[in-house]
């Protein structure tokens, strides 16, 4: 099925953080409202046309800081070779590398180190999101920055006043195509266009809560929540994520209840 336009209408809605009241969120409700849901190992084409069970793990991962790569390499400490296919060469060679002014996850047969084929007894997937599972934790404790951010995406800004005041932006919103950077446009399949991927029966607002309460924190979560629900319950036809709007109009949806 065809990825809809980028450019699509959308609702925005902006408050002030009740945690920190010299920041505002700024969130794109037609994103958090719509039926996106990863379909990694249930449909998913991935990035790379040569290796769909990859999903969008072909490139690595980037981590953003220190403290993303100390809390990945705790959780990495505590992978062994019943769940994560590479350990042997992490072990040996390490599992990140520099590139440019960042780190980045090794890249192993054309995949992020941490990933695991269909064929691996311990089973497909990233190992680090296993893990997770395994231990009862969210991904988002184990899994880098990236990862268990997509397709959120989060960005600062500062907004200066007329009157000279100024405030913290802070924008949550989809990580469309675009913000891959310019390779984005060349990947073969990206999902969040993609009406296949807009099938679930939970918006994302209260599929992902836990990674965007990490991102906003509880309070101005509970906050976007009621705007969500009031978006959800007007139903502004035009406003509607266009690839939900096409899941819908083609009978898809699992579970779908209205």
Same mark, same amino acid.
């Given at each position: 099925?065809?990825?809809?336009?980028?450019?699509?209408?959308? *609702?925005?809605? #902006?408050?002030?953080? %009740?945690?920190?009241?010299?920041?505002? =969120?700024?969130?794109? @409700?037609?994103?958090?409202? $719509?039926?996106?849901?990863?379909?990694?190992?249930?449909?998913?084409?991935?990035?790379?046309?040569?290796?769909?069970?990859?999903?969008?793990?072909?490139?690595?991962?980037?981590?953003?800081?220190?403290?993303?790569?100390?809390?990945?390499?705790?959780?990495?400490?505590?992978?062994?070779?019943?769940?994560?296919?590479?350990?042997?060469?992490?072990?040996?060679?390490?599992?990140?590398?520099?590139?440019?002014?960042?780190?980045?996850?090794?890249?192993?047969?054309?995949?992020?180190?941490?990933?695991?084929?269909?064929?691996?007894?311990?089973?497909?997937?990233?190992?680090?999101?296993?893990? *997770?599972?395994? #231990?009862?934790?969210? %991904?988002?404790?184990?899994?880098?920055? =990236?990862?268990?951010? @997509?397709?959120?995406?989060? $960005?600062?800004?500062?907004?200066?006043?007329?009157?000279?005041?100024?405030?913290?932006?802070?924008?949550?919103?989809?990580?469309?195509?675009?913000?891959?950077?310019?390779?984005?446009?060349?990947?073969?399949?990206?999902?969040?266009?993609?009406?296949?991927?807009?099938?679930?029966?939970?918006?994302?607002?209260?599929?992902?809560?836990?990674?965007?309460?990490?991102?906003?924190?509880?309070?101005?979560?509970?906050?976007?929540?009621?705007?969500?629900?009031?978006?959800?319950?007007?139903?502004?036809?035009?406003?509607?994520?266009?690839?939900?709007?096409?899941?819908?109009?083609?009978?898809?949806?699992?579970?779908?209840?209205?």
């Amino acid at each position: 099925m065809t990825e809809t336009p980028l450019d699509a209408p959308r *609702a925005w809605v #902006e408050f002030v953080d %009740p945690a920190e009241p010299a920041q505002r =969120v700024r969130a794109d @409700l037609t994103w958090l409202t $719509s039926r996106w849901h990863c379909l990694f190992g249930q449909g998913c084409r991935g990035i790379d046309a040569t290796r769909p069970e990859a999903g969008c793990c072909t490139l690595g991962a980037h981590l953003t800081d220190a403290d993303d790569l100390e809390r990945v390499g705790r959780a990495v400490d505590r992978l062994d070779a019943s769940v994560w296919q590479q350990h042997a060469v992490g072990t040996r060679e390490g599992w990140h590398v520099p590139e440019e002014d960042t780190t980045a996850t090794r890249v192993v047969d054309g995949a992020c180190i941490f990933l695991n084929d269909p064929r691996f007894p311990g089973g497909a997937g990233c190992a680090l999101h296993a893990l *997770a599972l395994a #231990e009862g934790r969210e %991904p988002l404790t184990t899994k880098p920055d =990236v990862c268990w951010q @997509l397709p959120v995406r989060r $960005s600062y800004r500062e907004v200066e006043l007329p009157d000279g005041q100024a405030y913290l932006e802070v924008t949550v919103t989809e990580f469309d195509r675009r913000s891959w950077g310019p390779g984005g446009h060349d990947l073969d399949w990206y999902c969040t266009g993609s009406p296949d991927a807009h099938t679930a029966v939970e918006p994302v607002w209260r599929s992902l809560r836990a990674e965007l309460v990490e991102l906003l924190g509880a309070e101005a979560y509970a906050v976007l929540a009621r705007f969500c629900e009031e978006h959800e319950r007007r139903r502004l036809p035009l406003l509607v994520h266009p690839a939900t709007e096409a899941a819908r109009g083609t009978g898809g949806g699992r579970g779908r209840t209205d």
